[in-house]
C-alpha cells in the first residue's frame, strides 16, 4: 500500500496510529475542535474540515481510503434515528453511485441530518477511485455496507468483504464489535486473521495452535492497566436474573465491608455493571479480570454511581471477572456511567474510569496526549477505532 491515503471522519487518530505502524501517513480530515487537537499532539497530519463540504476531487489522487463517519445514529446506545432514515440513505447511496448527489433532500427528510454522513465515503470512492478502501461503523450498519459494497463492485469494478469483527480477537481488552467493509481494486479482500481468542464468558484463557499459526489469550482489562491481579474474584455482587449472586458468595448486609476489605488483602478487583432506572439494582459485576464491556464516553465522564462501570441497560448482562476483556467503549450517553468497584486499597467511594484507563481499554499507549475537556476527551476515546483492530484490518 503506497501513495496517498485519506482518513474520513478521523477523529483522534485510531485509524493513523495503526497506519503509522504500517508505514502508512494519512492525511486525516475531523472537523472537531479537541478531536483535532489531539491529532496535532500527537503529530498526525490533519486537515480540519467538513468531509461533506469538501470536493473529494480537489484531494487526490488517492491511493487508500479510510473512514468510520459518524456512528451515534445508528449505536445502539443512543436513539438510533439512522436506522429510521436508513430508506433515505439506500435511495441516496444509488443515487451517488449513478452519479447524481441528492444528499440535500435526503437529508433534509432524515430524522437526524448526521445519519446521511454514512454515505460520505461512497461520494469519495466514487470521485477519487483510490485502489482500496477500509470502511468501520457500528454494527448494525452492516446491511449499509453490504449495499455499498455492491455499488461497489458493479459500479467501478472493487472485489470486497463485509462482515463484523470482535476487537477482542485482535488483542484490544475489551468485546467491541464494528462491522467492516474492505474494498480493493487489486486483490479480493480477506478479513484479517485472528491473533487472540475469541472471549466466550466462563471459558478460561489459553493458548490455541491452529494450522494458520498461534492464538493467543484474549486480553483482560487487568492485564491492560497493570492491576497485577494475584487471583481471580472469588465473588460477584449479583449475576443476572439471580438477586441472591447465584453460586458466588453475595456481598451486601452487613458484611459486605468485611468481604470487601478480604478481598483487597488478596489483591482482587471488581467490575460491576449496573441497570439504570428503577431502583438502580446492579444487573450484572464483571470482575476486571474479564474483557471491558462497551464504555460510552459521555456517561465516563459523570462517574456518579460507587466504583461500579455500567456497561448498558440490558438486564440480563453476563457477569465478566477481571480476567477478561472489557465491554465495548463508546461516547454514549448518561445511562452508561463507568466507574470501577475497586477493593484495593479501600472502598472509599465513586471513582470514574480515568481518561488514561479509558483510552487503554480502547487500545491507545497510555501517554496518548488527549486534549480537550475532560468530557471531550471521554467522547473521543469512545468514537475511536481501537488501532490494533485497524491495524488488522488495514495490514
Known amino acids: 500500500m503506497t501513495g496517498p491515503v485519506i482518513d474520513l471522519f478521523a477523529g483522534p487518530g485510531g ?12 492525511l486525516g480530515i475531523e472537523w472537531d475542535d479537541a478531536a483535532c487537537a489531539t491529532r496535532q499532539a500527537f503529530g ?9 463540504a469538501l470536493n473529494p476531487e480537489d484531494h487526490g489522487p488517492c491511493w487508500g481510503l479510510i473512514a468510520s463517519p459518524p456512528c451515534q445514529t445508528f449505536s445502539t446506545a443512543g436513539k438510533r434515528d439512522g436506522v429510521h432514515d436508513t430508506q433515505h440513505i439506500i435511495a441516496c447511496a444509488n443515487d451517488l453511485a449513478d452519479g447524481l448527489d441528492t444528499r440535500n433532500k435526503h437529508r433534509a427528510r432524515c430524522r437526524d441530518e448526521r445519519s446521511l454522513l454514512v454515505v460520505e465515503p461512497l ?4 470521485d477519487l477511485k483510490p485502489r482500496w478502501a477500509a470502511f468501520e461503523q457500528v454494527p448494525p450498519v452492516l446491511e449499509l455496507w453490504e449495499l455499498f459494497a455492491h455499488l461497489m463492485h458493479t459500479r467501478w469494478g472493487y472485489r470486497t468483504w463485509t462482515g463484523v469483527l470482535s476487537a477482542e480477537r485482535y488483542g484490544v481488552p475489551q468485546t467491541r464489535k464494528r462491522a467492516i467493509l474492505m474494498a480493493s481494486l487489486d486483490r479480493q479482500p480477506q478479513p484479517p486473521r485472528p491473533t487472540h481468542q475469541e472471549y466466550r464468558p466462563g471459558e478460561p484463557r489459553r493458548h490455541e495452535l491452529t494450522l494458520e499459526g498461534e492464538i493467543l489469550p484474549w486480553v483482560s482489562m487487568a492485564e491492560a492497566l497493570g492491576w497485577g491481579m494475584t487471583a481471580r474474584p472469588a465473588f460477584t455482587l449479583a449475576t443476572a436474573g439471580d438477586k441472591r449472586g447465584g453460586a458466588d458468595e453475595q456481598v451486601g448486609g452487613s458484611g459486605a465491608r468485611t468481604a470487601l476489605y478480604r478481598e483487597r488483602e488478596a489483591g482482587r478487583w471488581l467490575y460491576d455493571r ?37 456497561a448498558n441497560t440490558q438486564t440480563n448482562a453476563t457477569v465478566r471477572s477481571a480476567h477478561e476483556p472489557a465491554p465495548t467503549i463508546t461516547a454514549g450517553h448518561d445511562y452508561a456511567e463507568r466507574a470501577w468497584v475497586n477493593e484495593r486499597p479501600a472502598p472509599t467511594g465513586a471513582v470514574r474510569v480515568t481518561v488514561q484507563e479509558a483510552a487503554i481499554l480502547q487500545g491507545f499507549p497510555p501517554d496518548y496526549p488527549w486534549q480537550g475537556p475532560k468530557t471531550a476527551r471521554y467522547q473521543q476515546i469512545g468514537n475511536a477505532v481501537p488501532p490494533p483492530l485497524a491495524r488488522a484490518v488495514l495490514a
Open 15 to 26: 485509524w493513523d496510529l495503526a497506519a503509522r505502524d504500517l508505514g502508512i501517513d494519512p
Open 44 to 52: 498526525l497530519r490533519t486537515l480540519q474540515a467538513d468531509v461533506a
Open 123 to 126: 461520494r469519495w470512492v466514487r
Open 274 to 310: 449496573r441497570q439504570t432506572g428503577g431502583d438502580g439494582t446492579p444487573a450484572a459485576h464483571r470482575p476486571a479480570t474479564e474483557p471491558a464491556p462497551t464504555l460510552q464516553a459521555a456517561g465516563l465522564a459523570k462517574g456518579r454511581d460507587r466504583w461500579v462501570m455500567r
